[in-house]
């Protein structure tokens, strides 16, 4: 089944709000981008790299992001999306590819945690717009690599942006 195409504009948006929103920081715009009752299903790697774990609604979202305290920036590369409708208007799945990189500094030595992943996720439309209801992240690969420098953010980098 197809999705008609300013639903998959939708999709789209949402996706890559959450990319933005999560390298922006603003990790209460990302909550927002989950339905209340959202399933988050996460690996454990290195030792899990399939989700194995389950985070419920906001508060899980939250304590999601909270994993990325001690991270100095992440940058989230999409570099797939499909999109598929069901028999329900309201409800459609994705598959998302991306390249998740995690910089980190630690006594003056920056090194890049490179996640290549796949978020399987289900959207929910509610009257405010499409939102996540359920997303799986799947770790295919990790590098880790040496960096020369990390640009630390700043509150520039942060543009007000509200979700949608």
């Keep these: ?17 959450y990319a933005a929103a999560v390298d922006d920081r603003r990790f209460g ?14 690996p454990d790697p290195p030792r899990a ?9 906001h508060a899980g979202v939250r304590a999601a992001m909270g994993a990325l305290s001690d991270v100095t920036r992440t940058e989230h590369a999409i570099v797939g999306e499909v999109y598929a409708a069901t028999g329900d208007p309201a409800y459609a799945l994705g598959r ?20 290549h992943l796949r978020y399987d996720d289900e959207y929910r ?3 405010s717009g499409w939102r996540i209801h ?12 040496p960096t020369r420098r990390v640009r630390q953010h700043l509150p520039r980098d942060r543009p007000g942006r509200e979700a949608p």
């Design 1 to 17: 089944m197809s999705i008609p195409p300013g639903d998959r504009l939708a999709l789209t948006d949402l996706v890559h709000l």
């Design 29 to 42: 715009d990302v909550t927002q981008l989950f339905t209340e009752t959202a399933e988050l299903r996460l």
């Design 49 to 57: 790299l399939d989700a194995v774990r389950v985070l419920q609604g």
């Design 96 to 115: 998302i590819t991306c390249i998740a990189h995690h910089w980190t500094v630690t006594g003056g030595a920056a090194t890049d945690l490179v996640w």
């Design 125 to 127: 439309r509610l009257p």
């Design 134 to 145: 359920g997303r799986a992240l799947t770790v295919n690969a990790i590098e880790t690599r």
